[in-house]
């Protein structure tokens, strides 16, 4: 069904820029005849399942459909692992082939070179499956990456109709939120620009050279590029999306101070369960009606013992190696606390911290912290302690200029609102937080810049 979506926008208008890069722009008649090549290719060799190791978006989008074409299963890997860790990934997942551009060439799999599989062959490609499907392994923020079974069919009824749009791709193309904006793209005869790297300077450059309408990306992401950014922002931006983390009222206050006729959405979504609700209201959290609607929406939500369970019809197949789960609700790890009209996410299960005996949720203390002048990101987690159990720590990048003593001292008055086992024991300054998939990743070891006390 991708290459009909392809073939169909080619015949719209063949010249149209899909993929565009600081190296090239690539047209979507140009990734049809790549994506053609490689249906032809697959098929040829009857190859039921392969793994992706491609950095080039435009390739990547063509090997990605034509596999869809010719039956095949397919799973883009994460280009950032180590090769212990890919060639485990590889094996664990029993692809027997994988696509490789350059770089690691994983072992335990036959391996097919870029230039392979988009070698012309005489003669057309039908889908010999028609939905075969995918997996798309979770970020792994909060431990190992799980790798989940979708359908096609599943993924692109649940892509909103937003058309002729040009969005900058600031997630890994291995994630959930990167292959749902390239079908974004593909469905709504969009464009996607791929900047040159992910630095606020390099986003920055690359919305006002390709005149971007829309952004997606975490809010980690947006964070980071409010710092950089002043009144002169090169475009008026027609969409910003948050998603992936939770969304604070702080950031979305300052995105609507910097962009006042921009909509701003933060989408509920997740690698298991897809994308399931888009909130435009500028307000934090979820109405408290969406938890109430029937089944004939996209996705029913409920609150179980404080977690957040979805059932979606725009979700995944199963664990792989799992049974269905595609009428079943999932536990979605969320934390939420009803607040008047609002489900207000307050975190993750597996992120919060014992002091004591008390639960304590690290998004509570990054929102204070957030909320003194002088910090730039900000990541709370605990640190095992033989009489608490755990003590907070939190690491903070400060924005450049700041006399860091004073600002320990105000991060401390800013928190000394918080619960006493909330407090953090520990701050320390770094000079970046380490991030997977645009999230930041907390208690990594950090670059230190001086601990404080």
């Known amino acids: 069904m991708l290459i009909d979506l392809l073939r169909a926008s080619a015949d719209r208008d063949p010249d149209r820029p899909l993929v565009v890069t600081d190296a090239r722009s690539v047209s979507v008649a140009e990734v049809l005849a790549e994506s053609k090549a490689v249906a032809a290719q697959l098929s040829r060799r009857g190859i039921p399942r392969i793994g992706c190791l491609i950095d080039d978006v435009a390739s990547l989008v063509a090997v990605i459909c034509g596999a869809a074409a010719a039956g095949t299963e397919i799973c883009v890997l994460p280009t950032y692992l180590d090769a212990g860790a890919l060639d485990e990934l590889v094996a664990s997942l029993g692809h027997p082939a994988v696509v490789v551009e350059s770089g690691h060439r994983p072992a335990g799999a036959d391996l097919l070179s870029l230039g392979e599989v988009t070698a012309p062959l005489p003669g057309s490609v039908s889908a010999t499956e028609p939905d075969p499907g995918l997996l798309i392994l979770t970020t792994g923020t909060t431990g190992q990456p799980k790798a989940t079974h979708h359908k096609w069919s599943r993924l692109v009824s649940g892509v909103a109709s937003d058309h002729g749009a040009t969005w900058l791709l600031t997630y890994n193309v291995n994630q959930f939120a990167g292959i749902q904006l390239l079908l ?270």
């Open 184 to 453: 974004h793209v593909i469905v709504n005869d969009g464009t996607v620009v791929v900047p040159a790297s992910r630095r606020p300077t390099d986003v920055i450059e690359a919305i006002g050279r390709h005149g971007i309408t829309h952004v997606s990306g975490t809010p980690t992401f947006w964070r980071l590029l409010l710092v950089q950014t002043d009144e002169a922002f090169p475009v008026a931006l027609e969409q910003i999306t948050l998603g992936g983390e939770v969304v604070p009222a702080d950031l979305l206050d300052r995105l609507h101070q910097m962009f006042p006729d921009t909509r701003i959405t933060h989408i509920y979504a997740g690698t298991e369960f897809g994308s399931v609700i888009a909130v435009s209201d500028g307000l934090p959290g979820l109405p408290m009606d969406l938890l109430s609607r029937g089944e004939g929406g996209r996705a029913q939500l409920k609150v179980v013992d404080g977690e957040l369970h979805v059932r979606s019809s725009v979700g995944m197949i199963s664990y792989v190696g799992g049974s269905d789960v595609t009428t079943e609700w999932i536990a979605t790890g969320d934390l939420v606390e009803v607040v008047g009209d609002r489900a207000m996410f307050v975190g993750r299960i597996n992120d919060r911290i014992n002091v004591a005996g008390t639960k304590v949720s690290p998004h509570a203390i990054e929102e204070a912290v957030y909320a003194v002048d002088g910090v730039e990101l900000a990541a709370a987690y605990g640190k095992p302690n033989p009489i608490t159990g755990s003590i907070v720590v939190v690491d903070v990048v400060a924005s450049p200029g700041q006399d860091l003593d004073a600002l320990k001292q105000a991060i401390r008055a800013g928190c000394a609102k918080l619960p006493l086992p909330a407090r953090p024991r520990l701050i320390r300054f770094v000079d970046a937080l380490d991030r997977r998939g645009g999230k930041t990743l907390r208690g990594v070891a950090p670059t230190n810049m001086g601990v404080s006390r």
